[in-house]
């Protein structure tokens, strides 16, 4: 029994690959919102900090791994000192929280974006006097898809942005400006082996994940680096699972690494229908101590993300028969009920020729879409 902490579309996936392999899941929801349930052979249905639920999860689950990183420290030491769970709650630890990641970065030398730590107006005027130009400042904990942040220029009033950000603690980084948004996803075994995926190219609309490319359209040796720096990465915090490493690439080049995910990630999607293993198996593998599934990439592909603004009402979906008319595109939908408009309702992946021949039919389908629900009401929250 794989025990999988969250109930997210990413555990919903995974149960999905688990079931095939007739391995069973027990799915501990956190008391959230939870599209994994549908598919999972057990359902916990508590908060992480209830000690019943803990001790449930514990007595049904044989290993256990989590499908998103926002969870208690000392829920994750719990549930390691009962069974393997992997990756382990040092590696979950420092991915979740921006001041670790960051620090860790800089301890193993790998490139990532100039930053300062600071926890008062007046850490953060010597933070923006450092930078000498404009910075993004973000909560150093718990932010998501753009959340907790402040985009400063430089000549602001350190008092005046300190109150409005409203988090002890934050993470001030130099802004960047980069060519391209990257993402490598890498899976790590318990003896070290280690596989990577081909690049994606990924953009965003609204500071969430529009739309990833693969092939990534960047010369090999780009990719080369890419692959080294996220093997690198996994190393480092002795991983074992499946991670996604997102970068920069600035003019010329560099790469610096933005963000590290200890899981399956929104742009790895696309193994699914254009790769020999899913993001999803991989994981499997990697966690129950199998060897590697090959990585290669069979189709090039674009991946784009379903947002409830594409949806003409909260609860009607979008007319999908041109995406089924196209033939080579797949519909991956995650059982949520209601569209808020930057909601991930799911995904499609779009199989082409070329890399230009996917982006330019899964375009095609997002504008179609997008004009049909216009008119929807201002945000009002996602997840």
């Not at 970068?247 to 899981?263: S, T």
């Not at 808020?340 to 799911?346: A, E, P, S, T, W």
Request: net charge negative; hydrophobic share 45%; charged share 20%.
């Amino acid at each position: 029994m794989l025990g999988v902490i969250g109930g997210g579309q990413l555990g919903r996936m995974l149960a999905m690959a688990a079931r095939r392999m007739n391995v069973r899941t027990a799915v501990w929801t956190g008391g959230l919102e939870a599209p994994a349930v549908e598919i999972a052979d057990e359902v916990i249905d508590l908060p992480f900090d209830d000690p019943q639920a803990l001790e449930h999860f514990c007595e049904v689950s044989t290993v256990a791994t989590v499908e998103f990183e926002n969870i208690p420290h000392a829920t994750l030491q719990a549930v390691a000192a009962r069974m393997p769970l992997h990756p382990s709650p040092q590696a979950i630890a420092t991915c979740q929280n921006r001041e670790s990641e960051k620090n860790f970065l800089r301890a193993n030398g790998i490139p990532c974006t100039d930053f300062h730590v600071v926890t008062t107006a007046g850490e953060l005027a010597a933070a923006m006097r450092a930078l000498a130009g404009p910075g993004v400042l973000k909560t150093a904990s718990f932010g998501y898809d753009g959340g907790g942040q402040i985009k400063l220029k430089g000549n602001e009033n350190p008092e005046d942005i300190w109150q409005a950000f409203n988090s002890p603690r934050g993470v001030l980084e130099a802004w960047v400006d980069f060519e391209m948004e990257l993402s490598v996803m890498i899976a790590r075994a318990a003896d070290g082996g280690m596989v990577t995926y081909d690049p994606a190219e990924n953009q965003h609309r609204a500071h969430i994940l529009d739309l990833s490319i693969v092939p990534a359209r960047v010369p090999g040796a780009v990719a080369d680096e890419a692959a080294a720096i996220a093997r690198k990465v996994a190393a480092a915090l002795d991983y074992q699972g499946i991670m996604g490493v997102e970068f920069f690439l600035k003019p010329g080049g560099a790469l610096l690494v933005n963000e590290i995910a200890p899981r399956p990630h929104n742009s790895g999607h696309h193994t699914l229908d254009a790769c020999a293993t899913s993001q999803f198996e991989q994981q499997l593998r990697m966690v129950l101590g199998l060897p590697a599934g090959s990585t290669r990439l069979v189709s090039p592909v674009a991946m784009l993300n379903l947002l409830g603004d594409m949806w003409p009402e909260e609860t009607t979906p979008p007319d999908w028969l041109p995406l089924f008319a196209d033939g080579e595109a797949f519909l991956h939908l995650y059982g949520k009920h209601h569209a808020r408009l930057r909601r991930k309702m799911g995904h499609a992946n779009i199989l082409g020729k070329t890399a230009e021949d996917a982006l330019s039919r899964a375009l095609a389908l997002k504008n179609r879409w997008l004009e049909q629900a216009a008119g929807r009401r201002k945000p009002a929250g996602h997840a």
